[in-house]
Protein backbone atom coordinates (compact mmCIF):
# COMPACT_ATOMS: atom_id res chain seq x y z
CA UNK A 1 0.00 0.00 0.00
CA UNK A 2 0.94 3.62 -0.23
CA UNK A 3 -0.19 6.34 1.26
CA UNK A 4 -0.49 9.80 -0.73
CA UNK A 5 -0.23 13.40 0.86
CA UNK A 6 -0.54 16.81 -0.74
CA UNK A 7 -0.23 20.19 0.44
CA UNK A 8 0.90 23.34 -0.53
CA UNK A 9 -2.66 24.79 -2.13
CA UNK A 10 -4.20 27.97 -1.40
CA UNK A 11 -5.41 31.19 -2.90
CA UNK A 12 -3.80 33.27 -5.06
CA UNK A 13 -4.39 36.10 -7.43
CA UNK A 14 -4.17 35.60 -11.70
CA UNK A 15 -0.48 35.70 -12.45
CA UNK A 16 0.83 34.16 -8.92
CA UNK A 17 2.56 30.80 -8.53
CA UNK A 18 2.02 28.27 -6.27
CA UNK A 19 3.82 24.89 -5.19
CA UNK A 20 2.62 21.66 -4.56
CA UNK A 21 4.17 18.77 -3.05
CA UNK A 22 2.69 15.18 -2.67
CA UNK A 23 4.56 13.02 0.34
CA UNK A 24 4.25 9.19 -0.14
CA UNK A 25 4.98 6.33 2.64
CA UNK A 26 4.77 3.33 2.47
CA UNK A 27 5.68 0.59 -0.37
CA UNK A 28 7.06 3.62 -2.41
CA UNK A 29 9.40 1.52 -4.16
CA UNK A 30 6.25 -0.16 -6.08
CA UNK A 31 5.22 2.54 -7.65
CA UNK A 32 6.17 3.52 -11.13
CA UNK A 33 4.35 6.76 -12.12
CA UNK A 34 3.19 9.43 -10.21
CA UNK A 35 0.79 12.00 -11.57
CA UNK A 36 -0.69 15.35 -10.58
CA UNK A 37 -4.40 15.62 -11.62
CA UNK A 38 -7.36 17.99 -10.94
CA UNK A 39 -10.94 18.55 -10.88
CA UNK A 40 -13.25 21.77 -10.88
CA UNK A 41 -16.39 22.27 -9.20
CA UNK A 42 -18.63 20.37 -11.43
CA UNK A 43 -16.63 19.16 -13.82
CA UNK A 44 -14.83 15.94 -14.14
CA UNK A 45 -11.44 14.95 -13.02
CA UNK A 46 -8.29 15.87 -15.69
CA UNK A 47 -4.66 15.08 -15.82
CA UNK A 48 -2.25 17.70 -15.33
CA UNK A 49 1.16 16.23 -15.00
CA UNK A 50 2.61 12.86 -14.98
CA UNK A 51 6.27 11.63 -14.65
CA UNK A 52 6.97 8.03 -15.68
CA UNK A 53 9.50 5.69 -14.43
CA UNK A 54 11.14 8.61 -13.18
CA UNK A 55 11.98 10.02 -16.36
CA UNK A 56 9.21 10.70 -19.01
CA UNK A 57 7.63 13.72 -18.20
CA UNK A 58 3.84 14.75 -20.22
CA UNK A 59 2.07 17.65 -19.62
CA UNK A 60 -1.79 18.40 -20.28
CA UNK A 61 -1.87 21.98 -22.86
CA UNK A 62 -3.38 23.99 -20.94
CA UNK A 63 -0.84 24.10 -18.65
CA UNK A 64 2.46 23.55 -20.56
CA UNK A 65 5.08 26.25 -20.30
CA UNK A 66 3.12 27.42 -17.15
CA UNK A 67 3.56 24.26 -14.78
CA UNK A 68 6.30 22.28 -13.90
CA UNK A 69 6.62 18.70 -12.19
CA UNK A 70 9.17 17.17 -10.79
CA UNK A 71 10.74 14.06 -8.31
CA UNK A 72 12.41 14.00 -5.07
CA UNK A 73 13.05 9.90 -4.80
CA UNK A 74 14.89 10.62 -2.04
CA UNK A 75 12.30 12.23 0.04
CA UNK A 76 9.84 10.00 -1.28
CA UNK A 77 8.01 13.72 -2.73
CA UNK A 78 6.32 14.93 -5.65
CA UNK A 79 6.12 18.50 -6.54
CA UNK A 80 4.15 20.75 -8.77
CA UNK A 81 5.25 24.26 -9.64
CA UNK A 82 2.25 26.63 -10.89
CA UNK A 83 3.23 29.73 -12.64
CA UNK A 84 0.93 32.61 -14.09
CA UNK A 85 -1.60 31.09 -12.35
CA UNK A 86 -5.22 32.05 -14.21
CA UNK A 87 -8.74 31.39 -12.93
CA UNK A 88 -9.48 28.88 -15.09
CA UNK A 89 -6.77 26.43 -12.31
CA UNK A 90 -9.33 26.54 -9.52
CA UNK A 91 -9.48 23.44 -8.99
CA UNK A 92 -9.13 20.62 -6.11
CA UNK A 93 -5.15 18.79 -7.27
CA UNK A 94 -5.13 15.13 -6.56
CA UNK A 95 -2.01 13.16 -6.66
CA UNK A 96 -2.12 9.99 -8.17
CA UNK A 97 0.37 6.61 -8.09
CA UNK A 98 0.88 3.51 -10.20
CA UNK A 99 2.67 0.36 -10.10
CA UNK A 100 2.45 -1.32 -13.34
CA UNK A 101 3.34 0.08 -16.64
CA UNK A 102 0.23 -0.25 -18.72
CA UNK A 103 -1.28 1.77 -15.50
CA UNK A 104 1.60 4.15 -16.39
CA UNK A 105 0.64 4.10 -19.70
CA UNK A 106 -2.23 4.86 -19.42
CA UNK A 107 -1.68 7.85 -17.18
CA UNK A 108 0.69 9.46 -19.20
CA UNK A 109 -2.06 9.08 -22.15
CA UNK A 110 -4.58 10.85 -20.26
CA UNK A 111 -2.53 13.80 -19.03
CA UNK A 112 -1.50 14.37 -22.82
CA UNK A 113 -4.91 14.00 -24.38
CA UNK A 114 -6.62 15.67 -21.22
CA UNK A 115 -9.02 12.97 -21.02
CA UNK A 116 -10.62 13.08 -17.47
CA UNK A 117 -9.89 10.28 -14.37
CA UNK A 118 -12.12 8.55 -12.37
CA UNK A 119 -10.97 7.41 -8.73
CA UNK A 120 -10.98 3.91 -9.78
CA UNK A 121 -8.33 3.86 -13.09
CA UNK A 122 -5.43 4.48 -10.70
CA UNK A 123 -4.31 2.44 -7.49
CA UNK A 124 -3.35 5.31 -5.20
CA UNK A 125 -4.82 8.67 -4.35
CA UNK A 126 -4.44 11.43 -2.22
CA UNK A 127 -7.02 13.42 -0.38
CA UNK A 128 -6.72 16.63 -2.42
CA UNK A 129 -5.25 20.33 -1.70
CA UNK A 130 -7.62 23.27 -3.05
CA UNK A 131 -5.82 25.84 -5.31
CA UNK A 132 -8.49 28.96 -6.09
CA UNK A 133 -7.01 31.71 -8.27
CA UNK A 134 -8.75 34.66 -8.21
CA UNK A 135 -9.47 37.11 -11.12
Known amino acids: QVQLVESGGGSVQAGGSLNLSCTAS????????MGWFRQAPGKEREGVASIVGGGTISYADSVKGRFTISQDSAKNTLYLRMNSLKPEDTATYYC?????????????????????????????WGQGTPVTVSS
Open 26 to 33: GSTSSTYC
Open 96 to 124: AAESTFPKCIRMQTTVIVGASASASDFMY
